[in-house]
């Protein structure tokens, strides 16, 4: 059974009919919208029927009154807002996080992933605060809040008792943030997380903001996360914290345009290592629409982004308080990390070389596997006599259903006859499936000296080879642009070499299916001003790619001149 889990409660709050739903509004001297605010004072609470927990679950108890409401004792500890948890959940549960290992990925076959869901109830008790820990802490969280700037509020909406940073920064053309550094409180079926301001900064009213917690905030399935601060008069009168947590917090979304390698890391995994790398696993993850299915691939990666267990937040019941918390994501471009908007300066080359440690491959400094077997031989004394010529390793990637070599076993018997044998190269097909475990095609690329493939998601393994290993693309007809884009300037970033192969318009089949006076045959140019659905169209889902290996023979020797060298 796959660890590292937490779920607070049950699967979630019931939704029950229309007529049977109440709404709690609190009325402190103006608590709430001052739209709605009484004119009065005292203290008053009203209750109508809405769209939040029936009165069966209120912590307090209510006298009908008529027309629908009714009137609730004035006791203060009694109150709770719109965000009020289920009685069985009131009181403070003094939790701290739980520390967790990387779970055995062996513990769940591919064909139950649902078992890796398991709601985790066992919390660990008074756990002791580090201070040395806590000072790195705040120092780590201090770079985080000061690398985004001031952001963008002139006060026109804010009243406060002292100056203070704007909690999130909506400026970023693809991805929205938030930061809350202080008295966090997360509450995962309400999807809210609420800000209770220091005394001496509280105001009338409190600014909110909903949030979509991925890193393409323009993507429409992404649901909101609501960010609220609270004013003074709703401060005193917060839902209680039914854990407390001393690391960090990150909210963020688990879906969106995930489901290939590419996306995976450039959408999700990437911005959350240049959001969370700077802590060192010091920080908790709070998922929104948790995929069962990516946190058992990529169970390595999370597991050492963050020590502790991953909370599925849309079931999560309770007030869970943290010191800080983030909402959203970062997101510096497709599969990019610009150093400078980063606490520590990373960049692409340390993205992988993060990789490689994370899935325990060779150390990056021996060389590639080509040269660290002569070397090794050399060393040794060997001599070669020929019969045991060393070759290179070429890795090619054949897709499965579109831009796919038609000419696979041509291409192959090239490879292991006369073209590549010429330039001495060991071939091996791979063809890569969602439910691939990555931890042994990590250790198969890291074998190879060249990853070869055409202009596709499964090139995104090329965070697993050497530095000087070369990545050999493919580009299909009509997609130079984006083979440089999404892959070309990554590998020099990360210290791998790129040599690519421009398919002529006859090595396409989209020449068969459509002939010569078609305007993708014709003029590619014309699709792509058609934007992403001509393109996607003729370029990405209908061209496959038949290979002329007599062509290709010349790339194949530059390929090996670049080994050598």
Known sequence: MASGWAEAGSSGRRRPGRGAL???????????RPRHAAAGFGLIMVVC?????????????CQPLGSGCCEFPSSRSEIYMAWLVPQSMSGERAEQNVRTSPPPVSSAPNNSIQGNVQVNTTYQLDQTVNDASDKMKGELIRQELNQDGDGNDDGSNVK???????????????????????????????????????????????????????????????????????????????????????????????????????????????????????????VQFLVTELQPWFVDKYRLILTNLSRYDIVDFNKDIGVRCYPHIIVGLRSHGDLSIDPARTPQNYTMLDFRLYMRDIFSLPWDGQGIPYKEKANKKNATGGIDDGTEKQKPRLMLINRGWNRKFVNLPEISAAGQAARAAAAGFELLVVE????????????????????????????????????????????????????????????????????????????????????????????????HKQWWQGARKYFWEEQDIRLNVSRFAPTLHQLLQTLRE
């Open 22 to 32: 109440w709404r709690v509004v609190a009325w402190v001297g103006g608590v709430g």
């Open 49 to 61: 029927p809405s769209a939040l927990l029936p009165p069966s679950r209120l912590s307090v108890r």
């Open 432 to 527: 890569p499936l969602r439910d691939t475990r990555l931890e042994e095609f990590s250790r198969e690329v890291d074998s190879c000296d060249v990853l070869m493939g055409a202009h596709g998601a499964a090139l995104t393994s090329f965070f697993f080879l050497r530095t000087n290993a070369v990545m050999l693309q493919v580009v299909p007809w009509g997609l130079k642009r984006e083979a440089m884009i999404y892959f070309g300037v990554h590998v020099k970033e990360m210290m791998l070499q790129d040599i690519e192969y421009s398919i002529t318009v006859e090595e396409s089949t989209l020449y068969e299916k459509y002939g010569k006076d078609h305007p993708a045959i014709r003029d590619p140019d014309s699709i």
């Open 160 to 282: 406060h008792g002292a100056p203070r940073k704007p909690i999130c920064d909506l400026t970023d053309p693809r991805y929205d943030i938030c930061e809350i550094s202080g008295d966090g409180r997360a509450l995962g079926a309400n999807r809210t997380i609420l800000y209770v301001p220091p005394a001496e900064e509280r105001g009338s009213d409190g600014p909110e903001w909903a949030i979509k917690d991925q890193s393409r905030k323009y993507l429409s399935d992404i649901k909101e996360v609501n960010v609220k601060t609270l004013s003074a008069a709703q401060s005193l009168v917060a839902p209680e914290c039914t854990s407390r947590h001393t690391v960090p917090a990150v909210v963020f979304a688990m879906n969106g345009i995930i489901g290939n390698p590419w996306h995976d890391f450039s959408d999700l995994l990437l911005p959350l290592f240049i959001t969370t790398r700077a802590y060192d696993g010091e």
